[in-house]
Nanobody, 116 residues
């Protein structure tokens, strides 16, 4: 599985931004796909994920502001980020987990900068 993230950039606090993650390869093996982020000096943290069946889950810090979705083919995942805060600034990584072989895949990160 290969993951390609895009859509990062600079946005003002309170603004919105959308990230995309295109999956290729053995996408039928993906059981869940989601986003993590890592701010400077901090550990990478989980942001949101969407399971094969379509159920979504979010970190408390983004609940109500971020929305994860995917296209019908399951090839592309999106993260719509609204009401962005300076603390949302980080490098965002898309992540995929496969089943039945429990393998984790990572895409290259995309930088999100939020100006106050």
């Amino acid at each position: 599985v290969q993951l390609q993230a895009s859509g990062g950039g600079l946005v003002q606090a309170g603004g919105s931004m959308s990230l995309s993650c295109a999956a290729s390869g053995n996408i039928l093996s993906i059981s869940a796909i989601g986003w993590y982020r890592q701010a400077p000096g901090k550990q990478r943290e989980w942001v949101a994920s969407i399971a094969r069946g379509g159920s979504t889950s979010y970190a408390d810090s983004v609940k109500g502001r971020f929305t994860i979705s995917r296209d019908n083919a399951g090839n592309t995942m999106y993260l719509q980020m609204n009401s962005l805060k300076p603390e949302d600034a980080a490098v965002y990584y898309c992540n995929a987990r496969t089943y039945p072989s429990p393998v984790e895949y990572w895409g290259k990160g995309t930088q999100v900068t939020v100006s106050s």
